[in-house]
Structures are given as structure tokens and as C-alpha cells.
């Protein structure tokens, strides 16, 4: 069936560098792919998505990237700040009549090191 | 501006005990989902609401689960004779109707505990 999965459970990064987290997924009829982040305790917060028709889309400190051909998605966040601890969720959502489900990868936790 | 609140916020129950959850969406949300977390995992969809019509069910969602939205404002979610392998967050989502489908906005979730 359908998966979206990440490629490295943790990430550890100094803080002021860069940080890339994958993901891959299999869902050809994916029409937009998400990031979120999730805090100790709390639930998914909405970072950044893009559709399946884009190849790159910026936020603020934020990029994601979107491969279709090799079916493999990345966010990118820029200068990385303690704040941004946390573990980070890859989703997809299927463009299929009625179907409003996200599918959710398997997280990847990011610690920024002071 | 107010976001998508749980109650209650952690639930500890014996086996066979029935628990129900509630979910107040954001206010203007016609869109509402619950999604069950197990540790180390991602939010795993369990069903969806437009307004008060339950459009969607998961397979995981067994005979024992049951999610209303009566009045396609808040929703509950019920567990009946629960069971150990039911120990997960149970998370609940909203999104408005005319924006974009995968921008879910979540509750805190309500952590329950079966013992």
C-alpha cells in the first residue's frame, strides 16, 4: 500500500547551521506533500506544504523540495535555532474524490546542539 | 485567535472501561479529523467530517469506535470496552472547507492510557 516514510530517525545539528530532513514517499496521486512539527506533548503544527506540481517552495527559514522523479521530498530549515527541536512529520494527501486523509511518515526527531 | 482545543487532555482507564473524547475545531471549520498517535510513530487517520456528515472511516477504526459530530460544530469520539492496544494519542484536526486540503490545523491531543 501507499507509505511515506523517513530516511534517518534522528538528526542532530549545531545551532546556526543548516538542517535537511528527507523523506520519501510512494503515492503517485499525492497532490500536495506536508511538513510538521511536533513539540513534547503537543499535536502536529503546520510548517510548510507544496503541491505536486511545484519543485520548491520557501517559507520563512524553511524550504521544501519536492522530487517527483525519484519520489523523495526534503525540508530544508535555515539556521537552525533551539526552538527548533522537535520531531518532524513528512505527509501527503491524496487527491482522490473525498479523501481528505493525510498519511503521515514515521517522524524524524531534530536536536539542536547550543 | 483560537485553535483546535481536547478534552481531556490525558485519560487513564481499565480495560473494558468506555472513555469518549470531545473536539472543539477552530470556529469556521467545516472540515474535522481525528488521528491516532502511538509513540515513535506519525498520526495514523482514523475518520473525517464535513460539517456533521462522517465522510470517511479507516479500517482501524473498529466496531468498538465511534466518532459523532451532531451539530457539525464539536465532535466526540467514543472507545467502548477498551482495550490495551487502544493506549495512543487520539488527535483531532479542522480545516476550513475553500482552503487548501492538506493544511490541517491539530488539537493538543488527548493522551489515553489503558491499564
Known amino acids: 500500500g501507499e507509505s511515506v516514510g523517513l530516511h534517518l530517525p534522528t538528526l542532530s545539528v549545531q545551532e546556526g547551521d543548516n538542517s535537511i530532513i528527507n523523506c520519501a514517499y510512494s503515492?503517485?496521486?499525492?497532490?500536495?506533500f506536508i511538513w510538521y512539527k511536533q513539540e513534547s506533548g503537543k499535536g502536529p503544527q503546520f510548517i510548510i506544504d507544496i503541491r505536486s506540481n511545484m519543485d520548491k517552495r520557501q517559507g520563512q527559514r524553511v524550504t521544501v523540495l519536492l522530487n517527483k522523479t525519484v519520489k523523495h521530498l526534503s525540508l530544508q530549515i535555515a539556521a537552525t535555532q533551539p526552538g527548533d527541536s522537535a520531531v518532524y512529520f513528512c505527509a501527503d494527501h491524496a487527491a482522490n474524490f473525498g479523501n481528505e486523509k493525510l498519511t503521515f511518515g514515521t517522524g524524524t526527531r531534530l536536536t539542536i546542539i547550543p | 485567535d483560537t485553535g483546535v482545543s481536547q478534552d481531556p487532555r490525558h485519560k487513564i482507564t481499565k480495560r473494558g472501561q468506555n472513555v469518549t473524547f470531545r473536539c472543539d475545531p477552530i470556529?469556521?471549520?467545516?472540515?474535522l479529523y481525528w488521528y491516532r498517535q502511538t509513540l515513535g510513530q506519525g498520526p495514523e487517520f482514523l475518520t473525517y467530517?464535513?460539517?456533521?456528515?462522517?465522510?470517511?472511516k479507516s479500517r482501524l477504526l473498529s466496531d468498538r469506535f465511534s466518532a459523532e459530530r451532531p451539530k457539525g460544530s464539536f465532535s466526540t469520539l467514543e472507545i467502548q470496552r477498551t482495550e490495551q492496544g487502544d493506549s495512543a494519542m487520539y488527535l483531532c484536526a479542522s480545516s476550513p472547507t475553500s482552503g487548501v486540503p492538506s493544511e490541517q490545523y491539530f488539537g493538543p491531543g488527548t493522551r489515553l492510557t489503558v491499564t
Open positions: 503515492n503517485s496521486a499525492s497532490d500536495y
Open positions: 467530517f464535513q460539517n456533521e456528515a462522517q465522510l470517511e
Open positions: 470556529s469556521e471549520h467545516n472540515r
